[in-house]
């Protein structure tokens, strides 16, 4: 099941690389007809009742119920036609963002064709945190073992104390283990985000070279400081949140305005735990592209996600949610052929145990691999954001791909001159 999970990965892979734009349309056509057969459904069965309650006599009991549902389906029918509409309003108006998502997978797809070394990526990060936690859990043992005895001169009896210094070494072992972790996370990053860049800013892809080894040596070379700090303000900010959280249990049961601001604050910090974990990832990106130090790096990743607003949301909303159904679709696949699988299996008696395994399974299976297609596809937005800005595909012929060059200015200039600029080649 776990080599079902690995091939039906490399499927998904193959279908968004090939045919993403007919899945992400279909699915967005599936979702606007479904949402208005919702709408119809629920005005449908609003009338259906305020029908029935009118034939009712007054003083039959049952008046007052259906009087009652009556007004909760016509709740729900004008909450339901409300969200169709702006549903049905934001793919209208962001159609032409969304094409802009369905190139960049594509784009994605060519850049991980190109450099599928970096589909190992995952498997060299599992090594690295595997290392790590059993490092830690030894480190752990002799902290934990590292005891004060005392002796009862009455009793003989001995007993062992834990100092303070290692009670809280204790939990500053437990912040390392975080920020280390976070921090191979984010090298990953690092590694993925320089090779599609330097894939991306090669006018001619024969001569790439070995990106993936050049990003690790960038990587080791000189940003290292860059992704500690990154991944400590990352590890830092939980720990915050886990302080908050804690305190709010602690006062639970004594609701005060200390409750309520506790919970404004705790709700204020899961929100900016979001944004800077967003943030650091194309600080990273920026990083691995121009070699900027982290400050930098965020500053300008912050800009040009600004500038771009709609764009991040039609990339984050419909790319991210074609990539959850990718790894759902793994998953429930692996669990249907796993139980044909085992259906006539002598002694197999619990066949829920070892599907399920294999679920979770096939999920991670899935996670890492469509994860570096996520990284890939951040990375390549990221670039075009940048080729959008320094060049004017005329005066400054653009890096990017024909397919991109529709999504910018003055593109039908540009692919003419990119079309006379192919031509002389040839010629």
């Known amino acids: 099941m776990g080599l079902i999970a690995f091939g039906l990965t490399i499927i998904v892979i193959f279908l968004l690389r090939f045919i993403v734009g007919f899945i992400i349309w279909f699915l967005l056509i599936s979702l606007s007809l479904a949402t208005i057969g919702g709408t119809i459904y629920v005005w449908y069965m609003s009338q259906a009742i305020k029908k029935e309650m009118e034939q009712l006599s007054v003083d039959n009991p049952l008046k007052s119920k259906r009087e009652t549902e009556v007004t909760q389906w016509l709740v729900g029918a004008i909450c339901a036609t409300v969200f169709t509409f702006f549903f049905l309003l934001v793919i209208i108006v962001m159609r032409k963002r969304i094409k802009l998502v369905s190139a960049l997978l594509k784009e994605a797809g060519k850049a991980l064709a190109a450099m599928p070394l970096l589909f190992l990526q995952p498997l060299m990060t599992f090594i690295a945190l595997a290392g790590i936690i059993v490092s830690w859990f030894v480190s752990y043992l002799y902290i934990h073992t590292a005891e004060d005895i005392t002796v009862d001169p009455k009793t003989d009896y001995v007993t062992f104390h834990l100092s303070t210094f290692f009670q809280l070494m204790k939990w500053y072992h437990l912040f390392a283990l975080f920020w280390f972790t976070q921090f191979i996370i984010a090298c990953q990053h690092i590694v993925i985000a320089g090779a599609v860049a330097s894939w991306f800013f090669t006018r001619d892809k024969s001569k790439l070279g070995t990106p993936i080894t050049t990003s690790f040596y960038n990587l080791v070379r000189y940003h290292l400081g860059s992704v500690a700090l990154g991944s400590f303000l990352v590890v830092l900010l939980k720990v915050i949140r886990a302080i908050f959280n804690k305190l709010k249990q602690k006062i639970k049961d004594h609701p005060t305005w200390c409750t309520t601001l506790?919970?404004?604050?705790?709700?204020?910090?899961?929100?900016?735990?979001?944004?800077?974990?967003?943030?650091?990832?194309?600080?990273?990106?920026?990083?691995?592209?121009?070699?900027?130090?982290?400050?930098?790096?965020?500053?300008?990743?912050?800009?040009?996600?600004?500038?771009?607003?709609?764009?991040?949301?039609?990339?984050?909303?419909?790319?991210d949610f074609v990539l959850l159904l990718g790894k759902a679709g793994v998953s429930v696949a692996t669990v249907f052929i796993g139980l044909e699988l085992i259906k006539d299996k002598e002694g197999v008696n619990y066949k829920w145990i070892p599907v399920t395994i294999a679920c979770i399974f096939a999920f991670l299976v899935s996670h890492c691999f469509l994860g570096v297609y996520e990284m890939a596809v951040d990375t390549l937005f990221l670039c075009f954001c940048e080729d959008c800005e320094r060049n004017d595909g005329i005066n400054k012929p653009f890096y990017m791909s024909r397919s991109l060059m529709v999504f910018v200015e003055n593109s039908k200039k540009a692919l003419k001159l990119d079309a006379e600029n192919r031509k002389y080649q040839g010629g």
């Open 262 to 319: 506790l919970r404004c604050c705790s709700c204020c910090l899961w929100c900016f735990d979001k944004f800077l974990v967003f943030l650091n990832r194309n600080a990273f990106i920026e990083i691995a592209i121009y070699g900027y130090s982290f400050c930098k790096a965020a500053q300008k990743a912050f800009h040009l996600l600004s500038n771009n607003i709609l764009r991040v949301a039609a990339i984050n909303s419909v790319g």
